[in-house]
């Protein structure tokens, strides 16, 4: 032992005078490098700090309080939305008799002189940016965090509808409301996954129930909102009012510690970033060791290009595989072609229903009768499709035995009711056929949630909000229309 150790000493002993001459060159090298630490320690560094920015989900966030969070959010979203429909902002077109004497008109309609074109535009302005971004918003929570890709979408949506009260025309306020849809995509896409991961087990599909029963509940309170605010102070308020509710709740996504949706790593995704970022810098600073600062200068722009295209294409190409993937869902395909027929015949009947009613029943107050029939069942219908999954057992399977009998009994109960010359039997019928529909709305997106893998749960809701609408409720209408005037 002693011998060898007598061996190794006299190695060491060897190749530090081998290395003497050698010794200010290393020593210039060593000084030049100084303020650089080694690769290595560069990636650990920022790893390490990655991991400590993502500690685990705050006690803060009990499942009931996100639960409550969602909820008003929710609500606010689609106040906004009946706001916009009421006579208090959206208000009345300039109009005159035949005798010449005008009236002024009120609200948006009459402070921008807009026709019913530009009037209906600004309804349904707000789906461009939903369809639009709910896709995007769904694809970034691969490699960001969803808590904080809410608070962004949040933010936009507080703009937006700030910038509605402030607009001056018809363009300022056509803009601002596709802005809205784009804050709103953010929310819709990822705010279903967070609750069913938080609810509890034998609840889940109550939960949900419950943050869709905002829906109807949010629209009826922006009527009433709209028509308080815009006939007591100005249209304009109305918006401003919104975007000081939902202020704080874009303020808390950002400040609160993110919390996590199960099925994605952004966190190590992030970490394999950060690494091979320091890789590369590491090693285009050694090579710069060996070449001029212009040169260099040159090379990491490009490098900074080419990382940023390759960071793009990464991420189109991954959207376009999960999308993919999520259309070999038979399952999840067969239940959006069943939604989009839901919302089809929903949009047609929202639309001419309270018309068909006038018409058939000679109801002077069909919108009253009809908006109040849907808000009731819209909330109690929700909540209670929630519970009897639930009571049922919350399975994929379960959740079509229910989607097939609460459609199958509404559509007839609907139909049947248009049949009657009865008032009282068509408000009978036509509001069990409206609770068994309404009853649909947790279970199907149970099944959206609950037929594809985790890490597909937020783009499978964004894909089924845009299939819905874009072949759902929104040409539903006109083609009614149009079929009206065959007929």
């Not at 309609?109 to 940016?129: C, E, H, P």
């Not at 965090?145 to 018809?170: E, H, K, M, Q």
């Not at 990382?307 to 190409?317: A, M, W």
Request: aromatic share 10%.
């Amino acid at each position: 032992m002693l011998s060898t150790s007598s061996n190794r000493s006299d190695d060491v002993v060897d190749v530090d005078q081998n290395s003497q001459p050698n010794l200010p060159i290393q020593q210039s090298k060593s000084q030049s490098l100084s303020h650089r630490p080694p690769p290595l320690a560069e990636a650990e560094m920022a790893t390490r700090s990655l991991s400590e920015d993502s500690p685990p989900t705050p006690s803060w966030f009990t499942p009931k309080r996100l639960l409550v969070i969602f909820c008003v959010i929710n609500m606010l979203n689609y106040v906004d939305r009946g706001a916009i429909a009421s006579n208090g902002v959206n208000g009345s077109q300039r109009t005159c008799d035949d005798k010449g004497i005008c009236t002024s008109g009120s609200g948006i309609q009459g402070d921008f002189k807009l026709n019913n074109f530009q009037d209906g535009v600004l309804s349904s302005a707000f789906m461009v940016g939903l369809l639009v971004a709910s896709p995007i918003f769904a694809s970034l929570a691969k490699s960001h965090n969803p808590f904080r890709l809410i608070g962004v979408g949040l933010s936009v949506w507080t703009f937006a509808t700030a910038g509605c009260g402030s607009s001056f025309d018809f363009w300022s306020i056509a803009i601002c409301r596709m802005l809205v849809g784009v804050g709103e995509a953010s929310f819709i896409s990822l705010a279903a996954p967070f609750i069913d991961d938080n609810a509890p087990v034998p609840q889940k599909t109550a939960w949900l129930s419950m943050f869709y029963m905002c829906i109807p509940t949010g629209v009826a309170l922006g009527y009433v909102y709209g028509g308080v605010v815009g006939s007591h102070l100005n249209w304009r308020y109305a918006f401003w009012g919104e975007a000081i509710l939902m202020l704080p709740f874009a303020v808390l996504a950002f400040v609160i510690k993110p919390l996590q949706l199960k099925g994605f790593a952004p966190a190590e995704s992030g970490k394999a970033q950060v690494v091979a970022s320091v890789s590369e810098g590491s090693e285009a600073s050694n090579l710069n060791d060996h070449v001029s600062e212009d040169i260099s200068d040159q090379a990491s722009e490009r490098s900074i290009k080419s990382i940023g295209e390759s960071r793009f294409l990464n991420q189109l190409s991954q959207f376009s595989q999960d999308t993919k993937v999520l259309l070999q869902e038979k399952v999840y395909v067969v239940n959006v072609l069943g939604y989009i027929a839901y919302n089809f015949v929903i949009g047609a009947y929202s639309y001419w229903g309270p018309k068909a009613g006038y018409n058939i029943y000679h109801m002077s107050n069909a919108d009253m009768m009809f908006g109040g029939v849907t808000i009731v069942c819209g909330i109690v219908g929700t909540i209670s499709g929630g519970f009897i999954l639930d009571q049922m057992g919350a399975t994929i399977s379960n959740a079509f035995k229910l989607l097939s009998a609460a459609t199958f009994l509404g559509a007839i109960s609907c139909l049947t009711a248009f049949c009657l010359s009865s008032l009282y039997g068509f408000l009978a019928l036509f509001t069990v056929g409206e609770l068994l529909v309404f009853a649909t709305q947790a279970p199907v997106n149970y099944v959206c949630l609950h037929s594809v893998k985790p890490s597909l749960r937020a783009l499978s809701m964004a894909i089924s909000t845009v299939s819905i609408h874009i072949f759902g409720d929104v040409p539903s209408s006109p083609l009614v229309g149009v079929l009206q005037v065959c007929l």
